[in-house]
C-alpha cells in the first residue's frame, strides 16, 4: 500500500486524511474532493474496508467523548438556566429537559467496532446473515431455524475468509477515476 502512515501501518495518509474529515462531519462528496478522489473510493473505504472502518469509528467516538465531557462541564449551569426558565412559565424549556434525558428525541452516540477484528465480525455476520436469510424459501420457520444454527458457524468462516483474503473484502484492488 503506498503511502503508508506508521500511525496505522494499514492505512494511507490519504486514507487518515479521509477519516479526519468524515470524522468532523465533512460529507462524502467533499472529502472526495478535498482529497481529488472518486466519491466512490471513498464510500468503499467507510463500507468494504475494516481497518478504515475501525478507525473511522474510534475517530468519532473519540470526539463524541470530548463534546460529553465539554457538555458535562455545561451541565450545572444549565440546570439552573432551564430551571429559571420553568419557574418563568417557559413551556419551550421542558422540551429541552425531556431532550436532556433522552425521553424525548435523544441523539444516540456513534456504534460500531472500533478495532479492527471488531468490524471485521460485524461485517462477517452481515455477509452470513445475507447468505443464510438473503433468499427467502417456502419455508421461513425451518430457515430461521437452520439460519440460526449455521449464523455463527458462517460468520467465523467469512471472518477467516476475511482475514485470508481481506483484498477481496476491502476491493483496495479496484482503481476508480476521480471524475466519475
Given at each position: 500500500?503506498?503511502?503508508?502512515?506508521?500511525?496505522?501501518?494499514?492505512?494511507?495518509?490519504?486514507?487518515?486524511?479521509?477519516?479526519?474529515?468524515?470524522?468532523?462531519?465533512?460529507?462524502?462528496?467533499?472529502?472526495?474532493?478535498?482529497?481529488?478522489?472518486?466519491?466512490?473510493?471513498?464510500?468503499?473505504?467507510?463500507?468494504?474496508?475494516?481497518?478504515?472502518?475501525?478507525?473511522?469509528?474510534?475517530?468519532?467516538?473519540?470526539?463524541?467523548?470530548?463534546?460529553?465531557?465539554?457538555?458535562?462541564?455545561?451541565?450545572?449551569?444549565?440546570?439552573?438556566?432551564?430551571?429559571?426558565?420553568?419557574?418563568?412559565?417557559?413551556?419551550?424549556?421542558?422540551?429541552?429537559?425531556?431532550?436532556?434525558?433522552?425521553?424525548?428525541?435523544?441523539?444516540?452516540?456513534?456504534?460500531?467496532?472500533?478495532?479492527?477484528?471488531?468490524?471485521?465480525?460485524?461485517?462477517?455476520?452481515?455477509?452470513?446473515?445475507?447468505?443464510?436469510?438473503?433468499?427467502?424459501?417456502?419455508?421461513?420457520?425451518?430457515?430461521?431455524?437452520?439460519?440460526?444454527?449455521?449464523?455463527?458457524?458462517?460468520?467465523?468462516?467469512?471472518?477467516?475468509?476475511?482475514?485470508?483474503?481481506?483484498?477481496?473484502?476491502?476491493g483496495d484492488d479496484e482503481d476508480e477515476?476521480?471524475?466519475?
Open positions: 500500500m503506498p503511502y503508508s502512515s506508521p500511525i496505522h501501518p494499514k492505512l494511507t495518509v490519504q486514507q487518515l486524511n479521509a477519516i479526519d474529515l468524515l470524522a468532523s462531519g465533512v460529507g462524502v462528496v467533499k472529502t472526495a474532493e478535498v482529497l481529488g478522489v472518486n466519491r466512490h473510493t471513498i464510500t468503499r473505504w467507510k463500507t468494504r474496508n475494516p481497518f478504515f472502518m475501525a478507525q473511522l469509528n474510534s475517530r468519532r467516538k473519540e470526539l463524541w467523548s470530548e463534546a460529553h465531557e465539554r457538555l458535562r462541564g455545561m451541565v450545572t449551569k444549565s440546570l439552573d438556566v432551564m430551571e429559571a426558565a420553568l419557574d418563568s412559565g417557559d413551556s419551550r424549556i421542558a422540551v429541552e429537559v425531556l431532550k436532556a434525558v433522552n425521553i424525548y428525541g435523544g441523539v444516540p452516540a456513534p456504534q460500531g467496532g472500533t478495532s479492527v477484528d471488531a468490524v471485521m465480525v460485524e461485517k462477517a455476520e452481515q455477509y452470513a446473515k445475507e447468505l443464510l436469510y438473503g433468499h427467502p424459501t417456502g419455508d421461513p420457520q425451518s430457515q430461521a431455524l437452520y439460519g440460526s444454527k449455521m449464523l455463527p458457524i458462517m460468520t467465523a468462516e467469512v471472518f477467516q475468509d476475511m482475514r485470508d483474503n481481506i483484498e477481496k473484502y476491502t477515476p476521480v471524475n466519475s
